[in-house]
């Protein structure tokens, strides 16, 4: 089975600080994705990537970035942690282009900026 | 560019009851869809996919979904409902390269 982990699943930061959440796949997929999850606005693709050290913007890229140095390992960045990034932060992997495209999700992380 | 309609943020149904949980897609490429879950406290869970293959598609749990072109739907049902069966249910459908994109989601609610 696909396992896709990620670092916390409740988080707690105030606001200004720099934030990382950390999300790892052990099937050596290609592909990875970060999106965030809000009620009523269902997911919203924030960055993914398709290769190690590359990175595409998603929908709603502004006050993020992301890290790709290892295929297995892909990291969500706040810069400056803001209130309206209150949210809940999902992971996931896909295998790549050939591939049926259905993505396998981590547990997600809930973030609370205070 | 894709899109997903699904057709009320909560539905309620009695245990034993048929579930139907409504999507329709919009897309400029032959269609890849989804169905996913997400318990309380989980990450999603994937309940089925159409991939161009049998229009009725069998997943997981009991669910099943029927892939209609004419009418760009890809409807999930259920013929009874259980108490586990309480989620929230999102479709999705292939965009670009690899990506998905979902709709809203749906709540759905087991009365006892």
């Known amino acids: 089975d696909v396992k896709v982990t990620q670092s916390s699943r409740y988080l707690v930061k105030r606001t200004g600080e720099k934030v990382f959440l950390e999300c790892v796949q052990d099937?050596?997929?290609?592909?990875m994705f970060w999106y965030r999850q809000d009620p009523g606005l269902g997911l919203r693709l924030i960055y993914f990537?398709?290769?190690?050290?590359?990175?595409e913007k998603g929908d709603i890229p502004e006050g993020y970035s992301v890290s790709r140095e290892k295929k297995e390992r892909f990291s969500l960045i706040l810069e400056s942690a803001s209130t309206n990034q209150t949210s809940m932060y999902l992971c996931?992997?896909?295998?790549?282009?050939?591939?049926?495209?259905?993505?396998?999700f981590g547990p997600g992380t809930r973030l609370t900026v205070t | 560019a894709q899109s997903v309609t699904q057709l009320g943020s909560h539905v309620s149904v009695s245990e034993g009851a048929l579930v139907l949980l409504r999507c329709n897609y919009s897309s400029s490429v032959p269609p890849y869809l989804f169905w996913y879950a997400q318990y309380p406290n989980q990450g999603l869970q994937l309940l089925l996919k159409y991939t161009s293959a049998a229009t009725l598609v069998k997943g997981i749990n009991g669910f099943e979904a029927e892939f209609k072109k004419s009418e760009t739907s890809f409807h999930l049902t259920k013929p009874s409902a259980h108490m586990s069966d309480a989620a929230e249910y999102f479709c999705?459908?292939?965009?670009?390269?690899?990506?998905?994109?979902f709709g809203k989601g749906t709540h759905l609610i087991i009365q006892p």
């Open positions: 996931a992997s896909s295998l790549g282009a050939t591939s049926s495209y259905e993505q396998y």
């Open positions: 999705a459908v292939r965009a670009g390269a690899d990506g998905l994109t």
């Open positions: 990537s398709y290769d190690v050290k590359m990175k």
């Open positions: 099937m050596d997929h290609e592909n």
